[in-house]
């Protein structure tokens, strides 16, 4: 990973105030939210503690007794439906929020609750209605920014992929379409990030999320716009995964591994709200809208034939147009294709080998099975042109 000196491009690097990592971390939560408490002044016997989560009780119900129970708060809970966090479920959450006068938010869960949460947060403080919120949605509404701090928050994600408790944006359904509120207001106050919350996790939830935050460290290391930030952060997220995935899928009581994907959703979360990604992400959100399938799922899916066209493309171009740019980019993909092999010697080829492997180990379904169409495609290469991720 070795290339001459150059001149570094200015950069900007944002991430949440706070995070907490390691094995226990979900114990120290009512602690954290009395701090967070008594630092923004809010009475959480008068204002509830918002927990927004999945359908699932298994660490939603034990953390609203610790809130009544260790701080004789007040706690108030909303379940987001199953599936990919929506518009209107958004809209559902930020309504109860309102009623309940709620003053602090806790996510507790994969992200869909950390998503939903986030946009609550923000609309808590800088609205609160239906109408309010188009004024902050991209694609669909005004996109404007926001002008207040949103309400504090903590995100604790459940599952080790999206890496949404450190991103500064918040990404919903709307009808066919998936679309982002963004603001660096929007990134949690506090980030918790518990390994044994993974452990109960199914495999295929675990290769789609796992497959998911190996590639946001990928797609930012390989970027158009990479920084030095991101390449130390990305690189060591691109380790952590490609070692631990499999080691995962394959034993999901492995908790070295589960914490080492931890780290890799992390780094992912961290790299993907610092820099550019790429094709996978860029047809991604359209796919999801399309056919309501798992990010994941489809980010896997994706993955390597999106390294096979970008090293072909590279390939084609060492000889024509640019031929040193065209170098320079290829040699982030074997960078990568040694860290992910292990192999000194790889070339970007042996690493799409790699990712094939991986993605056919960790049983990936092919589009195909979510209803994907070739009549689709049409549609779905004019629709992704427009990804902020392309």
Request: hydrophobic share 45%.
């Amino acid at each position: 990973m070795s290339r001459t000196a150059a001149a570094v491009a200015p950069f900007e690097f944002q991430t949440a105030t706070r995070m907490v990592f390691g094995r226990g971390a979900f114990d120290r939560v009512p602690a954290l939210v009395r701090e967070l408490a008594e630092l923004e002044g809010v009475d959480t016997t008068k204002n509830p503690v918002l927990i927004v989560t999945g359908e699932s009780e298994r660490f939603s119900k034990p953390l609203e007794e610790k809130l009544v129970g260790e701080l004789g708060a007040r706690a108030a809970t909303f379940r987001c439906p199953r599936g990919e966090p929506t518009v209107a479920s958004a809209i559902a959450c930020i309504e109860f929020a309102t009623k309940n006068k709620c003053g602090i938010v806790v996510a507790v869960g994969g992200g869909t609750a950390v998503d939903t949460a986030k946009c609550v947060a923000a609309m808590i403080t800088n609205g609160g209605a239906e109408p309010d919120l188009y004024e902050f949605l991209e694609v669909v509404g005004r996109a404007q920014p926001l002008t207040k701090r949103t309400a504090p928050f903590i995100a604790i994600p459940t599952t080790a992929g999206p890496g949404a408790e450190v991103a500064k944006n918040s990404v919903l359904e709307a009808g066919d379409r998936k679309v982002s509120m963004r603001h660096p207001f929007m990134l949690p106050s506090v980030a918790v990030i518990d390994p044994l919350l993974t452990l109960t996790l199914p495999r295929d939830v675990t290769a789609h999320t796992g497959l998911d935050a190996l590639t946001q460290c990928i797609e930012p290391y390989v970027c158009c716009a990479p920084n030095p930030m991101v390449d130390a952060i990305s690189m060591a997220g691109i380790l952590a995964g490609a070692g631990a995935l499999r080691r995962v899928v394959d034993d999901g009581s492995d908790i070295d591994a589960r914490e080492q994907m931890c780290l890799c959703s992390y780094y992912g979360g961290l790299s993907l709200a610092n820099a550019k990604l790429g094709a996978v992400h860029g047809f991604s959100g359209t796919l999801g809208g399309l056919l309501h399938a798992p990010h994941g799922a489809i980010c896997a899916a994706l993955l390597p034939h999106s390294w096979t066209i970008n090293i072909g493309a590279l390939e084609g171009r060492v000889s024509k147009d640019d031929p040193e740019l065209a170098k320079r980019a290829l040699a982030r993909y074997v960078d990568v294709a040694r860290a992910i092999t292990g192999n000194p010697n790889a070339t970007a080829r042996d690493g799409v080998a790699f990712l094939v492997d991986l993605v056919e180990h960790c049983s990936v379904p092919g589009l195909g099975s979510f209803g994907l169409k070739p009549s689709d495609f049409p549609s779905v290469i004019e629709k992704s042109k427009q990804s902020s991720s392309m």
